[in-house]
């Protein structure tokens, strides 16, 4: 007769299977990635010409000089490519959320497998929210705060080039994640991973970790953003409880 399976060769071969699954949604998510990443590239190099317009709405306005300077050899490619892989992300967080949220709750159910088909256009509205509300509010406020910091006659105010987009691209990227929170919210209670009660009762701390995680990703390190960032997400936390509580009741 066969020898009966280990444990430890169960245990083995379980972790073997999650792997393989997780390479098999890191690469449907690099696809959606890279799909969107095509389209970022023809918004940077052809018309409307997005850097242009970026630097032309966030940079410091000045006369005498251009506003940005680019001083490294690969500074300007590099800066594009940074400016189209924001975009790739934002066109490809769909299928970025749905294939974090097929892997960390595994065995879905026809009927949740079909709601999160369903929240995937609000997963794109709600990121599409958060990134106007970082183009509008957010990044123009942290900008001004930043350049103006200093109003010194002696300090010529000329970021670099890589240094702008970058601050500019991961504010947006981190408003549009952090607007995608009543979603996730959402689906994690109808798929029963938390209730409306127990996130109700997690308030108190909700307060404490959203002060630390918005000081954790806030780029810049200064109070104006931290409390751009961390205001918003306690709202959307509350929107989520909210949400939750609209979830119908599990059998």
Same mark, same amino acid.
């Given at each position: 007769?066969?020898?009966?399976?280990?444990?430890?060769?169960?245990?083995?071969?379980?972790?073997?299977?999650?792997?393989?699954?997780?390479?098999?949604?890191?690469?449907?998510?690099?696809?959606?990635?890279?799909?969107?990443?095509?389209?970022?590239?023809?918004?940077?190099?052809?018309?409307?010409?997005?850097?242009?317009?970026?630097?032309?709405?966030?940079?410091?306005? +000045?006369?005498?000089?251009? *506003?940005?300077?680019?001083?490294?050899?690969?500074?300007?490619?590099?800066?594009?490519?940074?400016?189209?892989?924001?975009?790739?992300?934002?066109?490809?967080? *769909?299928?970025?959320?749905?294939?974090?949220?097929?892997?960390?709750?595994?065995?879905?159910?026809?009927?949740?497998?079909?709601?999160?088909?369903?929240?995937?256009?609000?997963?794109?509205?709600?990121?599409?929210?958060?990134?106007?509300?970082?183009?509008?509010?957010?990044?123009?406020?942290?900008?001004?705060?930043?350049?103006?910091?200093?109003?010194?006659?002696?300090?010529?105010?000329?970021?670099?080039?890589?240094?702008?987009?970058?601050?500019?691209?991961?504010?947006?990227?981190? +408003?549009?994640?952090?607007?995608?929170?009543?979603?996730?919210?959402?689906?994690?209670?109808?798929?029963?991973?938390?209730?409306?009660?127990?996130?109700?009762?997690?308030?108190?701390?909700?307060?404490?970790?959203?002060?630390?995680?918005?000081?954790?990703?806030?780029?810049?390190?200064?109070?104006? +953003?931290?409390?751009?960032?961390?205001?918003?997400?306690?709202?959307?936390?509350?929107?989520?409880?909210?949400?939750?509580?609209?979830?119908? +009741?599990?059998?």
């Amino acid at each position: 007769m066969p020898q009966e399976q280990k444990p430890e060769e169960e245990v083995a071969m379980s972790l073997i299977e999650h792997l393989v699954e997780l390479r098999g949604r890191l690469i449907r998510a690099s696809i959606g990635v890279l799909l969107g990443l095509g389209v970022g590239v023809f918004l940077v190099l052809g018309p409307p010409h997005l850097v242009d317009v970026i630097i032309a709405t966030f940079a410091p306005v +000045n006369e005498s000089y251009a *506003p940005i300077q680019s001083v490294g050899t690969t500074e300007s490619f590099t800066s594009y490519m940074t400016v189209s892989l924001t975009v790739g992300l934002i066109l490809g967080m *769909p299928v970025i959320v749905y294939q974090l949220l097929a892997f960390i709750v595994p065995g879905l159910t026809d009927k949740e497998r079909r709601l999160i088909y369903i929240s995937l256009p609000f997963v794109t509205l709600f990121f599409l929210g958060g990134v106007a509300f970082g183009w509008f509010i957010t990044v123009p406020t942290a900008i001004r705060f930043l350049i103006g910091f200093s109003d010194s006659a002696l300090i010529q105010t000329q970021p670099s080039l890589a240094d702008f987009l970058g601050t500019i691209t991961t504010l947006l990227l981190i +408003n549009g994640v952090v607007f995608e929170l009543p979603i996730i919210i959402y689906v994690l209670a109808f798929i029963g991973v938390v209730t409306a009660k127990q996130l109700s009762s997690f308030r108190r701390f909700a307060v404490v970790i959203v002060v630390i995680v918005a000081a954790v990703i806030t780029p810049t390190g200064d109070p104006i +953003n931290l409390m751009l960032l961390a205001i918003p997400m306690y709202l959307l936390y509350e929107l989520g409880v909210i949400l939750a509580r609209f979830v119908p +009741n599990r059998a």
